[in-house]
C-alpha cells in the first residue's frame, strides 16, 4: 500500500485531507488528484480514494479480506449484542446481523413498500406545492427528512403492512 500514490503531505498526516475537506470543495480536488495519479489515491495515512467502481466492490464485497477501519470503533457499542450492522468490525458478526435482515431486501418486500412509498410521496408533493402556492421559502432537506420518515414510519408500523 505504501507505492500507492498521492500528496507528499498524505502519506504522513491526516491534516492534508482535513484542509482539503473544510475548504468545501474536496469532491472537485478528489477529481483532480485521480486525474493525475490515477484511480487509486493516497489522501491521508492508510486512507485512500478509488475511483473505479470495480475496485470498490473489491474492497467492500461481502465476505471480503478487508475489515472496517478503527474509524468504526468510538461508535461501537461495549455491549457486541447491541453493536448495529453499520458498525460492526468483525466481518463474521456482520454477516449474522445481515442474514437476520435480508429478508427485508429482497424483491419481493422491496416491491410490497411501494405503495406506502409512493402515497408518502403523494402527501409530501401535496405539501410542497401548497408552500410553492402561499409563496413560503421552506428548507427543502428539512423537508425531505420529514419525508424519509414519514416513508420509513409508513412501512415499519403501518397496519396496512
Not at 8 to 15: D, G, P
Not at 108 to 125: G, H, K, L, Q
Request: proline content about 7%; charged content about 25%.
Amino acid at each position: 500500500l505504501r507505492k500507492i500514490p498521492g500528496p507528499l503531505l498524505a502519506r504522513v498526516t491526516r491534516w492534508w485531507e482535513y484542509r482539503l475537506v473544510s475548504k468545501g470543495d474536496s469532491n472537485l480536488e478528489y477529481i483532480r488528484l485521480h486525474q493525475k495519479y490515477g484511480p487509486v489515491v493516497r489522501v491521508g495515512p492508510n486512507r485512500y480514494s478509488i475511483s473505479q467502481p470495480k475496485d470498490v466492490k473489491t474492497i467492500y464485497e461481502l465476505g471480503g479480506k478487508f475489515t472496517k477501519a478503527d474509524y468504526y470503533k468510538p461508535l461501537l457499542n461495549p455491549d457486541p449484542e447491541k453493536q448495529n450492522i453499520f458498525v460492526v468490525l468483525d466481518n463474521d458478526r456482520h454477516k449474522e446481523k445481515r442474514r437476520k435482515i435480508s429478508p427485508l431486501y429482497t424483491m419481493s418486500s422491496m416491491v410490497s413498500y411501494e405503495p406506502a412509498v409512493d402515497e408518502m410521496t403523494t402527501v409530501c408533493i401535496r405539501k410542497l406545492y401548497q408552500f410553492a402556492k402561499e409563496g413560503r421559502l421552506i428548507d427543502i432537506p428539512h423537508w425531505m427528512q420529514y419525508y424519509a420518515f414519514d416513508v420509513i414510519g409508513e412501512i415499519t408500523v403501518s397496519s396496512s403492512h
